[in-house]
């Protein structure tokens, strides 16, 4: 059985990390942030999903000269909303803050796009409400709910978009001895969610009857219908325990375990599943930690990805 001990109550803070949202006032779009308060945070990407809109991830691959970042965006707008990302790099210029060079410190900030735009009035974050996040972010921001940049999203529209159910940002935190692990996820996706410790159906599409359809099973039998490049799952896995590359990167492979375990389908063409990973603290942990952070990594997964269906 799920240890519900290991949630934490929200807002709940990590250390080393600010987060803050912006929602339009319609409640059709938002942003969400996530700020490293010490300068830059080791950071890596994990894009597992068809249909990614991404920016700055290239710098975090392996052998690339930065591997660190400011910040994370996190954004509604399908592409267009990647120009919030220039408003986060003025607050964080303003600050001060960025990679330093010979004529200024350079922000860097990493988005991730999930679509929620509303046919015959679209909308999207922009640099204005990225520079709002920003300036809003605190240590006690991590928190669920349809705020940010899950404001406008849905899920279980892989067969029928007519079908989508609400869903939203989720956040969890688990607490081990050598540090904690905080995930952030705004659920967008074109498949179900799913309680992999039950087995439990917690937002999927209905029958005629009201009876809920496995939509894996359901897509082998007929078409979909869902439009192509129109849903994601996108996601901040946070950590204070100290941390190499090689850490990170198997906390983002766990992380999407978590995704593929909670979300049914998962990665699929017309998704652009994306998990960052970010340590506050760099080290080198022992084997042991590395196997703990990375099944952290993929319970707090799980756990944020409910987290963002349950007040629906």
Not at 86 to 95: F, H, K, S, T
Not at 126 to 136: K, L, N, P, R
Not at 159 to 170: K, R, T, V
Not at 222 to 248: G, M, N, Y
Request: aromatic share 4%.
């Amino acid at each position: 059985m799920r240890e519900h001990t290991m949630e934490a109550q929200e807002p709940f803070a990590l250390p080393g990390f600010r987060v803050g949202h912006w929602t339009h006032p319609s409640g059709q779009t938002g942003c969400s942030v996530v700020i490293a308060e010490d300068g830059l945070a080791l950071a890596v990407v994990d894009v597992r999903g068809g249909a990614p809109g991404t920016r700055e991830t290239d710098l975090l691959q392996r052998g690339a000269l930065v591997q660190r970042v400011n910040a994370v965006l996190l954004t509604g707008g399908s592409a267009f909303g990647l120009a919030a990302a220039e408003g986060v790099m003025q607050w964080l210029r303003e600050q001060g803050r960025g990679f330093p060079t010979t004529a200024l410190p350079v922000p860097i900030v990493a988005a991730a796009v999930l679509y929620d735009l509303v046919p015959g009035n679209p909308l999207w974050p922009d640099a204005t409400a990225g520079y709002a996040a920003a300036q809003a972010a605190r240590p006690d921001g991590w928190q669920s709910g349809r705020l940010g940049a899950g404001a406008g999203a849905t899920v279980a529209k892989l067969l029928d978009p007519a079908m989508a159910q609400p869903s939203g940002l989720g956040v969890a935190r688990i607490d081990l001895p050598e540090g904690s692990i905080a995930a952030l996820v705004a659920v967008n996706a074109a498949g179900m969610i799913v309680d992999p410790a039950t087995g439990q159906f917690v937002a999927a599409p209905r029958d005629q009857d009201g009876n809920p359809i496995d939509l894996r099973w359901a897509l082998l039998r007929q078409p979909p219908r869902v439009q192509p490049l129109e849903q994601t799952t996108i996601a901040v896995i946070a950590t204070t325990i100290p941390a190499d590359t090689d850490l990170l990167t198997r906390m983002a492979i766990a992380a999407h375990d978590g995704v593929a375990r909670t979300i049914w389908p998962a990665h699929t063409v017309v998704d652009g599943d994306t998990v960052f990973v970010l340590a506050a603290q760099e080290g080198s942990p022992e084997p042991f930690t590395r196997i703990r952070a990375a099944v952290a990594a993929e319970c707090a997964m799980e756990m944020a990805i409910l987290a963002s269906v349950k007040h629906h």
